[in-house]
């Protein structure tokens, strides 16, 4: 099992960036794909972006592409989401999530990952 915790969230305005950050408990992070959704009232958790347990696999949204960089380090079981050039429809509520898909594979969907944070919030007024 994984636990996470994420944090960075913020008040900002556009155009400013945020970084956010993901910290997971247990030394079985390494193993673990992780990826960032993000969620508004009365609608369903959407992906922004996934990392695989090397780091060397991403996907990226098309809404975030070209702004938004997922990273990780494994040494510090973390998970980071650099979002730049922030836009007033980036405002949500932001999760974490870990899971292990087959080699290769990056889940994309919300029900395929098993383990979540508690969200923060990030508000990009206009």
């Known amino acids: 099992q994984v636990q996470l915790v994420e944090s960075g969230g913020g008040l900002v305005q556009t155009g400013d960036s945020l970084r956010l950050s993901c910290a997971a408990s247990?030394?079985?992070?390494?193993?673990?794909?992780m990826g960032w959704f993000r969620q508004t009232p009365g609608k369903a958790r959407a992906i922004v972006a996934a990392?695989?347990?090397?780091?060397?696999?991403?996907y990226y949204a098309d809404a975030v592409k070209g702004r938004f960089t997922i990273s990780r380090d494994n040494a510090k079981n973390t998970v980071y989401l650099q979002m730049n050039s922030l836009k007033p429809e980036d405002t949500a509520v932001y999760y974490c999530?870990?899971?292990?898909?087959?080699?290769?594979?990056?889940?994309?969907?919300?029900?395929?990952?098993?383990?979540w944070g508690q969200g923060t919030q990030v508000t990009v007024s206009s």
């Open positions: 999530a870990a899971d292990r898909p087959p080699n290769g594979v990056l889940f994309t969907t919300s029900d395929e990952y098993d383990y």
């Open positions: 247990g030394r079985t992070f390494v193993s673990y794909a």
């Open positions: 990392i695989s347990w090397s780091g060397v696999t991403t």
